[in-house]
T-cell receptor, first 111, second 118 residues
């Protein structure tokens, strides 16, 4: 059974810093990996989707990498801003099943 | 872009009653819909997968008689929590896919529904 682990569970950094969120998964037979953002009391916002054949995806200040063979992904956030404060979720997709999520990294950017 | 609408966003119900949550795909036909549940400080857990016109497939540990899923059309799936109890209080979120769910088909999420059973 697929398991997704996110490290760290929580992170608090001053505004402006670059930071890296980590995600690991136990079964490398995935179709894609997705990073989401979840704001308190809100649903999910998809940030980046990386297909299994891809190594990375970029959107603005966000860059996500995927090393499928080692079961790892990182989300890099450049020049962090207070508005980036949220919980970041990593999820992998295998076959026709739904997504398997990690527990998330709770990020606080201090003004 | 594609939008998935979930309703209600918040609901409070009395213990023992049933509550229905709707998930609609607004501008695409969703052949597959997924229902997730998230308890505080826990990850989202897949509850069931529903394909239009067929019975839902439930994950291990999810009571199919308690969590009734109906995917009667290509744009609507409903989750009914029957005889709700306080331990059912959780964040329920649906997602929809226009494909068979395999490969790179994008999955779109609803806003989620907060259920509080008192």
């Amino acid at each position: 059974k697929q398991e997704v682990t996110q490290i760290p569970a929580a992170l608090s950094v001053p505004e402006g810093e670059n930071l890296v969120l980590n995600c690991s998964f136990t079964d490398s037979a995935i179709y894609n990996l997705q990073w989401f953002r979840q704001d308190p009391g809100k649903g999910l916002t998809s940030l980046l989707l990386i297909q299994s054949s891809q190594r990375e995806q970029t959107s603005g200040r966000l860059n996500a990498s995927l090393d499928k063979s080692s079961g790892r992904s990182t989300l890099y956030i450049a020049a962090s801003q207070p508005g980036d404060s949220a919980t970041y979720l990593c999820a992998v997709k295998g076959g026709a099943d739904g997504l398997t999520f990690g527990k998330g990294t709770h990020l606080i950017i201090q003004p | 872009g594609a939008v998935v609408s979930q309703h209600p966003s918040r609901v409070i119900c009395k213990s023992g009653t049933s509550v229905k949550i709707e998930c609609r795909s607004l501008d695409f036909q969703a052949t597959t819909m997924f229902w997730y549940r998230q308890f505080p400080k826990q990850s989202l857990m897949l509850m069931a997968t529903s394909n239009e016109g067929s019975k839902a497939t439930y994950e291990q540990g999810v009571e199919k008689d308690k969590f009734l899923i109906n995917h009667a059309s290509l744009t609507l799936s409903t989750l009914t929590v029957t005889s709700a109890h306080p331990e059912d209080s959780s964040f329920y979120i649906c997602s929809a896919s226009s494909g068979t769910g395999t490969s790179g088909n994008t999955i779109y999420f609803g806003e989620g529904s907060w259920l509080t059973v008192v």
